[in-house]
Antibody, heavy 121, light 109 residues
């Protein structure tokens, strides 16, 4: 059974850094893209970016490039999303999701439970 | 950049009725790389349809997708109580990869 288990909710102040995680199991981590999707409060879904753990190929939404960094550690089947300097506008639920094999970029066929990030002074 | 526009914003229907949701793209989507997701309150999205018309694993056959180029449709043949949710389309072609539509809420009439 595919499982994506995300790290817990975070409350941060503007300007602080943060790294959230997504631990995958039940499939070959290196063989599927894994991505991040943002959902601001009461809003729709927004694609943040994806990484292919097999070769670390990473792609970002043009609107978020430079604002976040996506990485992955194959040795522990874990993907990460990080910020160097958070803003209040980063407040959102962040989902990790596994890419459907055979597509680049892919739709997402399995999802984590979400990590709520709250940025407030 | 491809923009996806979903309509209607809200669809009010009764269980047993047919639901037809539209997703229109500002440019042609390569290879019909369009997906549909369902999201219920407090839950992560769930993939329903990919490549415009292929059902994802475990999705009931009352869900079907159709369309090509710039116009796509998700049809739910007979609404079950668990189908009332928000539905999003997403394109994953090489132009503007990953862009989602703004969503259509299917609510109980």
């Amino acid at each position: 059974e595919v499982q994506l288990v995300q790290s817990g909710a975070e409350v941060k102040k503007p300007g602080e850094s943060l790294k959230i995680s997504c631990k995958a199991s039940g499939y070959t981590f290196s063989s599927h893209w894994i991505g991040w999707v943002r959902q601001m409060p009461e809003k729709g879904l927004e694609w943040v970016g994806i990484i292919y753990p097999g070769d670390s190929d990473t792609r970002y939404s043009p609107s978020l490039q430079g604002q976040v960094t996506i990485s992955a550690d194959k040795s522990i089947s874990t993907a990460y999303l990080q910020w160097r300097s958070l803003k209040a506008s980063d407040t959102a639920m962040y989902y990790c999701a596994r890419g459907l094999r055979g597509h680049t970029p892919p739709p997402f066929d399995d999802w984590g439970q979400g990590t709520l990030v709250t940025v407030s002074s | 950049e491809i923009v996806l526009t979903q309509s209607p914003g809200t669809l009010s229907l009764s269980p047993g009725e047919r639901a037809t949701l539209s997703c229109r793209a500002s440019q042609s989507i390569s290879s019909n790389y369009l997906a549909w997701y369902q999201q219920k309150p407090g839950q992560a999205p769930r993939l329903l349809i990919y490549d415009a018309s292929s059902r994802a694993t475990g999705i009931p056959d009352r869900f079907s997708g159709s369309g090509s180029a710039t116009d796509f449709t998700l049809t739910i043949s007979r609404l079950e109580p668990e189908d009332f949710a928000v539905y999003y389309c997403q394109q994953y072609g090489r132009s503007s990869p990953g862009a989602f539509g703004q969503g259509t809420k299917v609510e109980i009439k």
